[in-house]
């Protein structure tokens, strides 16, 4: 079966710390993935998205992935976070024959400290 | 345009009652998208709706959900006899090209 998995459920960091948000997919075919952020009580807000070229991507505010095809990775990084960065992260990915759905990981929770 | 809009924001339903939600997405967009998030979980996919027609519907969407789009516009899903496992957000998102969604606030459902 097609998945999206991100193996910590939690990350505590201090601030301007450099952090790294695992993320891992399961599909044999063409993928399109995709990291959102969403603060509580609210939506889901694009950060970034690999769909095909350079496979670093990067966003406004200093995030950046990169798409590893052989180790099928889409982690996500920043190399000094805020205190504004506390936050719920979620990986998706549309994988292969699954249609336009987005299949989502479960969420890391970024807990940054000052 | 404000992006995707979804109301209400919150709803506190008893048990066996049936509630509806209302999502008005991008104008031009002619995808539509449902999703249910549980608490500590990412969202799932519930529904697909292009222009009006619904083309995609998950297993989690059972006999007791049903999700409309009579003009290609705005959606409504409805959940009829709710339980307490239905208490959710349910997330609307819209896009006008397959990888390129857009989503709402969500609506908060507890079932008491």
């Known amino acids: 079966a097609q998945s999206v998995t991100q193996l910590d459920s939690q990350v505590p960091v201090f601030e301007e710390a450099p952090v790294e948000l695992r993320c891992n997919y399961s599909s044999s075919v063409s993928v399109y993935l995709f990291w959102y952020v969403q603060y509580p009580n609210q939506g889901l807000q694009l950060l970034l998205k690999?769909?095909?070229?350079?496979?670093l991507v990067e966003s406004i505010n200093g995030f950046e992935a990169e798409f590893n095809k052989s180790q099928t990775s889409f982690h996500l990084r920043k190399p000094s976070v805020h205190i504004s960065d506390t936050a719920e992260y979620f990986c998706?990915?549309?994988?292969?024959?699954?249609?336009?759905?987005?299949?989502f990981g479960g969420g890391t929770r970024l807990m940054v400290k000052p | 345009d404000t992006g995707v809009s979804q109301d209400p924001r919150h709803k506190i339903t008893k048990r066996g009652q049936n509630v509806t939600f209302r999502c008005d997405p991008i104008s031009e967009h002619n995808r539509l998208y449902w999703y249910r998030q549980t608490l500590g979980q990412g969202p799932e996919f519930l529904t697909y709706?292009?222009?009006?027609?619904?083309?995609?519907k998950s297993r989690l969407l059972s006999d007791r959900f049903s999700a409309e789009r009579p003009k290609g516009s705005f959606s409504t899903l409805e959940i009829q006899r709710t339980e307490q496992g239905d208490s959710a957000m349910y997330l609307c998102?819209?896009?006008?090209?397959?990888?390129?969604?857009?989503f709402g606030s969500g609506t908060r459902l507890t079932v008491v």
């Open positions: 998102a819209s896009s006008s090209t397959p990888n390129g969604y857009t």
């Open positions: 709706f292009q222009n009006e027609a619904q083309l995609e």
């Open positions: 998706a990915g549309q994988l292969g024959n699954a249609g336009n759905m987005l299949t």
């Open positions: 690999y769909l095909s070229g350079s496979t």
